[in-house]
């Protein structure tokens, strides 16, 4: 069924001087530390790793709004992925007395500071008291990367990025393939894979969810 757009992601993805990946809620694992499911978390693996494959030898950056952590693991440049809502890697305080952040297999689960019980550092798990730091350094190495976007080739490509959080990913992603003329952007999605009228001549969207659209370019790597 996408065989063409899959087709056309590749000879895309070739020719861009640099890669802009999304990954979005469709795509979140609920991700539940006591009671985890291994088979979802090895698809998800195995996927993961289509995505390095795709990105080998490329100039790339990725933005996930997912908290599982596994795209960590799957040999890409740590430097160059940004998890905006955190992840199950850090601990934090759950009163924020302060914006030390914790590995998580350390075994901790007081507070040192101030001994409150430590939490995940996610966002949909702290609320107000979400610890930033977490994210922020390569938040800021992400919007360096994007500035050096402009007038040159780019191929975006975003993987269930629904509208939660839409200011993140989808609405950014949308103005870097407004602006930049030379940008390709294809966006998948089961439900919401529709693209603006603005960027309709350069952009590809996919009904498909990210993983049937990545199982089927697996076939291809």
Not at 24 to 33: A, L, M, P, S
Not at 126 to 132: D, F, I, K, L, S
Not at 151 to 168: A, D, F, H, Q, T
Not at 199 to 208: C, L, N, T
Request: a neutral charge; glycine letters at 6%; proline letters at 3%.
């Amino acid at each position: 069924m996408n065989e063409e757009n899959i087709s056309l992601l590749f000879e895309k993805v070739k020719e861009a001087e640099l890669v802009l990946i999304g990954i979005g809620e469709e795509y979140e694992v609920r991700f539940d530390k006591i009671n985890v499911n291994d088979e979802d978390t090895k698809i998800r693996k195995m996927i993961y790793q289509k995505v390095t494959q795709l990105l080998s030898g490329k100039n790339y950056f990725i933005v996930s709004l997912c908290t599982d952590g596994v795209i960590r693991k799957q040999g890409l440049d740590d430097t160059r992925i940004v998890e905006p809502c955190g992840n199950y890697t850090y601990l934090q305080c759950s009163e924020k007395c302060s914006v030390d952040l914790y590995d998580a297999e350390s075994g901790m689960n007081i507070c040192p500071k101030c001994g409150k019980p430590l939490v995940f550092n996610r966002l949909e798990e702290t609320g107000a008291q979400y610890v930033e730091e977490g994210y922020l350094e390569n938040w800021k190495t992400y919007t360096k990367w994007l500035q050096g976007t402009v007038n040159r080739k780019v191929c975006i490509l975003e993987l269930g990025v629904g509208m939660k959080y839409p200011s993140v990913i989808r609405f950014p992603f949308e103005k870097v393939a407004y602006f930049n003329q030379k940008a390709s952007f294809f966006r998948v999605h089961s439900r919401l894979y529709q693209v603006t009228e603005e960027i309709k001549d350069r952009s590809y969207g996919i009904k498909a969810t990210p993983d049937e659209f990545l199982k089927e370019l697996s076939n291809k790597l």
